[in-house]
Nanobody, 121 residues
Framework: QVQLVESGGGLVQAGGSLSVSCAAS????????MGWYRQAPGKQRELVAT???????NYADSVKGRFIISRDNAKDTVSLQMNTLKPEDTAVYYC???????????????WGQGTLVTVSS
C-alpha cells in the first residue's frame, strides 16, 4: 500500500507566499509523474502543476510564473512553492502520484488527503 501525506498549507494574506509538500511512503518501486491539484468550494478539482521523474514541469495557466513545483526523487517527495498568492488560489490542495509498486507492474494513481490553503484579501 502506498500513501501520500501532505504538509504545509494554512492561512496567508494576498500577495504572500506559502509552500506545501508531499511525501510518498509504503511499497514503492518507482514513481513516474507527481503533481498538485486543487479544489475550491463548489468547483471541480483542477490541475495546478505536474512534474515528471526527469524534471519536466507543466503548469496551469492561472499559476504560471507564480508557482514552482519541484521533487526529490531520492526522498519520494514533491513540493509546491506558491508565490504572489491570490484569494482565488484558496482551495484544498491534493498531491498526486503515479506509483509503480512492483518492477513489472503497472502504475497506480495515488492521492493524498488534501491540505487547505486559504488566501485572505
Amino acid at each position: 500500500q502506498v500513501q501520500l501525506v501532505e504538509s504545509g498549507g494554512g492561512l496567508v494574506q494576498a500577495g504572500g507566499s506559502l509552500s506545501v509538500s508531499c511525501a510518498a511512503s509504503g511499497r514503492i518501486f518507482s514513481i513516474n509523474g507527481m503533481g498538485w491539484y486543487r479544489q475550491a468550494p463548489g468547483k471541480q478539482r483542477e490541475l495546478v502543476a505536474t512534474i515528471t521523474n526527469d524534471g519536466r514541469t507543466n503548469y496551469a495557466d492561472s499559476v504560471k510564473g507564480r508557482f514552482i513545483i519541484s521533487r526529490d526523487n531520492a526522498k519520494d517527495t514533491v513540493s509546491l512553492q506558491m508565490n504572489t498568492l491570490k484569494p482565488e488560489d484558496t482551495a484544498v490542495y491534493y498531491c498526486n502520484a503515479a506509483v509503480q509498486t512492483l518492477p513489472y507492474g503497472s502504475h497506480l494513481e495515488v492521492w493524498g488527503q488534501g491540505t487547505l490553503v486559504t488566501v485572505s484579501s
